[in-house]
C-alpha cells in the first residue's frame, strides 16, 4: 500500500510555543490530507481536510487560528499547534489520498506533549 | 449524521478463543463504505478492510471474518483462534459517498489477548 510518513513521531515543547507536524506522501500525489486527533485511550476526530493548494476546511469547533494547516504541495502537509497548551497534548494522525474514489492512507501519528 | 457505535469498549480472552468485535452503524447515505483498522500500542493505524454498501457478501481473510448486515446496520469483526499479537484497539469507521470521505470512527474496542 502506499507509504505516509509522519515528523516528528514524538515532540515535547513548553506552553506557549508554537510546534510544527509534518505529513508526507512518500510513494503517491496527495490532492487531500486529513488531519485527526486522538486523545488517551479515545477515538479519532477528524479535525481537517485540506486539499493542495487552498485552504484547509476544519471541522466545527477545531481553531482555525490555532491549527495552521498548509498544504502547499502535492506531498505535504503541515499542521502547526501555535501557542500551545497543556490541553493540546494529544496523537496527532495524517491520512492522504491521491483522487476522491481513492483509500486513505494513515501515517504513524505524532504524539505532542505539551509541559 | 453519520453515527458507529462500538458497544463494547474492551474484551479480554484467552489464545485461541474466537471473539467478535461488533459495529452498529447510522447514516442516511444510499452508498456508504465501511471500514476496520486495528491501532496495536504502537499507535499506527493499521487497515484491515474496507466494504461498500452494496456488497453484503460476508469476507474471510486468514484468521479474520467480517459480517456486513444492512438489516441490522452492522459490520461485526470476528478473530478466529486468537493470538497475543492480535491485542490492539480495533476501530470501526464510515464514510460517505466516494470511499475516503470524511472518515466516523466508533469509539473503538481494546482487545487482550491473555496466553
Known amino acids: 500500500g502506499a507509504v505516509v510518513s509522519q515528523h516528528p513521531s514524538r515532540v515535547i515543547c513548553k506552553s506557549g510555543t508554537s510546534v510544527k507536524i509534518e505529513c508526507r506522501s512518500l510513494d503517491f500525489q496527495a490532492t487531500t490530507m486529513f488531519w485527526y486527533r486522538q486523545f488517551p485511550k479515545k477515538s479519532l476526530m477528524l479535525m481537517a481536510t485540506s486539499n493542495e493548494g487552498s485552504k484547509a476546511t476544519y471541522e466545527q469547533g477545531v481553531e482555525k487560528d490555532k491549527f495552521l494547516i498548509n498544504h502547499a504541495s502535492l506531498t505535504l502537509s503541515t499542521l502547526t499547534v501555535t501557542s500551545a497548551h497543556p490541553e493540546d497534548s494529544s496523537f496527532y494522525i495524517c491520512?492522504?489520498?491521491?483522487?476522491?474514489?481513492?483509500?486513505?492512507?494513515f501515517g504513524p501519528g505524532t504524539r505532542l506533549t505539551v509541559t | 449524521a453519520q453515527k458507529v457505535t462500538q458497544a463494547q469498549t474492551e474484551i479480554s480472552v484467552v489464545e485461541k478463543e474466537d471473539v467478535t468485535l461488533d459495529c452498529v452503524y447510522e447514516t442516511r447515505d444510499t452508498t456508504y463504505y465501511l471500514f476496520w483498522y486495528k491501532q496495536p500500542p504502537s499507535g499506527e493505524l493499521v487497515f484491515l478492510i474496507r466494504?461498500?454498501?452494496?456488497?453484503?457478501q460476508n469476507e474471510i481473510s486468514g484468521r479474520y471474518s467480517w459480517n456486513f448486515q444492512k438489516s441490522t446496520s452492522s459490520f461485526n469483526f470476528t478473530i478466529t483462534a486468537s493470538q497475543v499479537v492480535d491485542s490492539a484497539v480495533y476501530f470501526c469507521?464510515?464514510?460517505?459517498?466516494?470511499?475516503?470521505?470524511?472518515?466516523?470512527f466508533g469509539k473503538g474496542t481494546k482487545l487482550t489477548v491473555n496466553p
Open positions: 469507521a464510515l464514510s460517505g459517498q466516494g470511499g475516503s470521505e470524511k472518515l466516523v
Open positions: 466494504r461498500n454498501s452494496f456488497d453484503e
Open positions: 491520512s492522504a489520498r491521491f483522487g476522491s474514489q481513492d483509500e486513505q492512507y
